[in-house]
Structure formats: structure tokens, C-alpha cells
């Protein structure tokens, strides 16, 4: 990541708040059979968990997969995905597709 990130962590956050998007699970195919998607916990936020990946916070990404806030999707939430064509909150923070299923969307 550019330096600046480092000094400056707004710059870099404002950066991925720009990356993240609407997608639907049907064009994330790809990147879920290559084992690169990591769903994240709506209790969570996307950014700041997008974020601590970026500047390689391993302590934070540690804590939050000890305790199952992030985690590959399961084959069977992968497939009921896939069926109702689920859109997900998504941002790529290299080698990763981090998605979010938020609360509004769990009707």
C-alpha cells in the first residue's frame, strides 16, 4: 500500500468506501470456487474490516476470525446464495473478495 496510508488512514479508508459496491453473488462465482471470498459479519463494518486487511492489521483479522466474524462461506450458504441471487455488500482488498450480508437484507 502507498505510504501515505500509513500516515494518513482516512485517505486510505475514504479509498475503499469508493471500491465497495452492490454485487450479486451469481458474478462472485469465480472468485468462491478460487477459496478468495471471506464473508464478514454484519455486525461488523465492511470498511473497517476492509481496512485492517489493507494495512495487514493481523492482531484485529486474528480476533475477528477467532471469533467467527469472518470466515469463508459455507458451501450451503454459498448454494442458498446462488438460488435466490443474493446481493452482497463486496470489496476486494487483494488477494480477497470481502462480502456482507447486512441485517436489512436477512428478511
Do not use: C
Amino acid at each position: 500500500m502507498n505510504e501515505n496510508f500509513a500516515v494518513e488512514p482516512e485517505v486510505l479508508k475514504t479509498k475503499i468506501t469508493a471500491e465497495t459496491a452492490r454485487i450479486s453473488w451469481l458474478e462472485l462465482q469465480k472468485f468462491y470456487a478460487s477459496g478468495a471470498v471471506l464473508q464478514v459479519s454484519a455486525r461488523l463494518d465492511l470498511v473497517d474490516v476492509a481496512y485492517a486487511f489493507a494495512v495487514d492489521d493481523k492482531t484485529q483479522v486474528a480476533s475477528w476470525l477467532a471469533q467467527h466474524q469472518i470466515a469463508r462461506v459455507e458451501p450451503a450458504e454459498a448454494q442458498q446464495w446462488y438460488e435466490q441471487k443474493t446481493e452482497l455488500w463486496a470489496v476486494v482488498i487483494s488477494p480477497w473478495v470481502l462480502v456482507q450480508k447486512t441485517e436489512r437484507d436477512t428478511h
